[in-house]
């Protein structure tokens, strides 16, 4: 193998470039993004970027690291239009072909839709530094804030507006914000917590339509009230980027279906980070997972699984991720599901200090804690030991 | 090897103490620990997997 094409120019593609150069692959390695900047973090977008505190120039991970010596060739602002498997070609919107003999597909995820958009100035989504500079540019205007979607993104806004003195309103079908994620109880305690600083939730509603004269002016709910705004933020949830490989012959299905070494069906393509949906062999699930440690671990496992084939490792991955809320961090190990048994295991909700254990079919599911980094770390082991719930909650599994 | 920890940077996160738990270690008040500032060849590959699983980025590896 010559030449490795890797379409996705964040996290996962950068990764599988490390990788592949790590593991002694010395020929061509292609990064195309549609985005015209080098690859960047995005955790600092809903938070540092989004009031202002950091400059944009701090998000590049070049500004880090010594991307000369991956030695790439950068294809950026211009999106991969579909893609030839006979041919062994990824073809561009502007028509050019480029070829490859490896190809690693991390072309991430796209920001959910509002159903009924409306063609008005002051509504976004937030994915990319481009979104968080726009938003912020928003933010000197002193908006009134209308959040739509109360998933970790809007949260992560509502809170960001909260500590920058916007009013903020969120808006969110459930009864209550991340119920379907982590269940009633931890639920509970994200709602009280916003409620706390300020935010006006309207929680059990969905928004009907926006209006506005060319910019938006107010947000018309289900059940016929309104919230008068000036910014409107979306975050009501993602869609693997995977429309560019329709027809193409690999299998999809709620992203690049891959099996255990994130291969995919066809021969000398691989997939990694938010788009891929693999068989995770630490659950023995199918999953896609849209967190920032998947990127980074995948990448690289999706790139060594190309260079050695079957005789590369499976990738193995506890899911992690984490978010910023005000004083809170959370940080949450393995796969809460909303029906687990929970378990407060340690601290407090009422202080927003615990930690919280999720049980399925006898088995540590999951850990999330909120502002205790060390004890959480003791039951991210053993999430990834996947000792029994009884054990876990009684702290006799080794380690914790 | 010397480890150099952006502590501004740092969230306690505390992946680098899985990757190298001989150079890390996330204590009860919250904070990071440097273990061993100037580890030795045989930790490389560990320290380099910290750094780049630190989400943060808040590790840098000196080569003097």
Redesign the interface.
């Known amino acids: 193998m010559q030449k490795v094409v890797i379409v996705g120019a964040s996290l996962a593609g950068l ?1 599988a470039a ?1 990788a592949l150069r790590k593991h002694g692959f010395d020929g061509r390695v292609v990064i195309i993004g549609d985005e015209a900047h080098v690859p960047y ?1 995005r ?1 600092p977008l809903s938070k540092q970027v989004l009031v202002g505190q950091w400059p944009a120039s701090k998000v590049y ?1 070049n500004a ?2 010594d991307h000369a010596a991956l030695g790439v060739d950068w294809v950026l602002g211009r999106r991969a239009q579909n893609l030839a498997v006979a041919e062994r070609a990824v073809v561009l919107d502007d028509g050019q072909r480029v070829d490859y003999e490896g190809l690693v597909i991390a072309t991430g995820a796209t920001p959910r839709a509002l159903a009924n958009p409306a063609a008005l100035r002051g509504v976004y989504t937030l994915r990319t530094l481009d979104d968080a500079l726009a938003i912020h540019g928003e933010l000197a205007k002193q908006p009134r804030v209308a959040v739509v979607g109360a998933g970790f993104i809007g949260l992560e806004v509502a809170a960001s507006c909260r500590k920058h003195g916007l009013a903020v309103t969120l808006i969110e079908p459930q009864r209550m914000p991340l119920l379907g994620l982590l269940g009633p109880v931890l639920a509970e305690a994200i709602q009280r917590l916003h409620f706390e600083q300020g935010v006006q939730l309207r929680l059990g509603v969905m928004v009907d339509r926006l209006e506005g004269r060319g910019r938006v002016e107010r947000l018309v709910l289900s059940d016929g009230s309104q919230v008068e705004a000036d910014l409107v933020v979306v975050g009501i949830g993602v869609i693997p980027e995977t429309r560019w490989l329709e027809g193409s012959g690999l299998d999809l299905g709620d992203g690049v279906l891959c099996d255990a070494r994130c291969a995919t069906n066809v021969p000398g393509i691989v997939a990694a980070g938010d788009v891929a949906r693999w068989h995770n062999v630490w659950s023995g699930e199918s999953m896609r997972v849209e967190h ?2 998947n990127a ?2 995948q990448g690289q496992a999706a790139a060594v699984s190309l260079l050695l084939g079957a005789a590369a490792p499976e990738y193995a991955h506890v899911p ?1 991720f ?1 978010s ?1 809320q005000y004083h809170v ?1 959370l ?1 949450c190990a393995g796969r809460p599901r909303a029906d687990d048994s929970v378990v407060i295991r340690e601290g407090d909700i009422a202080t927003d200090t615990y930690v919280a254990l999720y049980g399925r079919r006898g088995q540590l599911a999951a850990v999330l804690a909120s ?7 003791r039951y ?2 053993l999430v990834a030991q996947r000792v029994s719930f009884d054990d876990a909650c009684a702290g006799k599994a080794s380690g914790a | 090897m010397r480890i150099v920890v952006d502590f501004d940077l740092c969230q306690s996160h505390g992946l680098c103490t899985e990757a190298a738990p001989e150079l890390f270690e996330i204590r009860d008040d919250g904070f990071l620990y440097i273990l061993n500032e100037t580890p030795g060849p045989e930790f490389a590959s560990k320290l380099e997997k910290a750094a780049i699983e630190c989400p943060t980025g808040a590790i840098t590896i000196k080569d003097d």
């Open positions: 990764r490390g973090d955790p991970f880090r690291e920032w440690s980074v671990e992690y984490w910023d961090k940080q502002n205790r980094p060390a004890r959480f770390l991210r082991k």
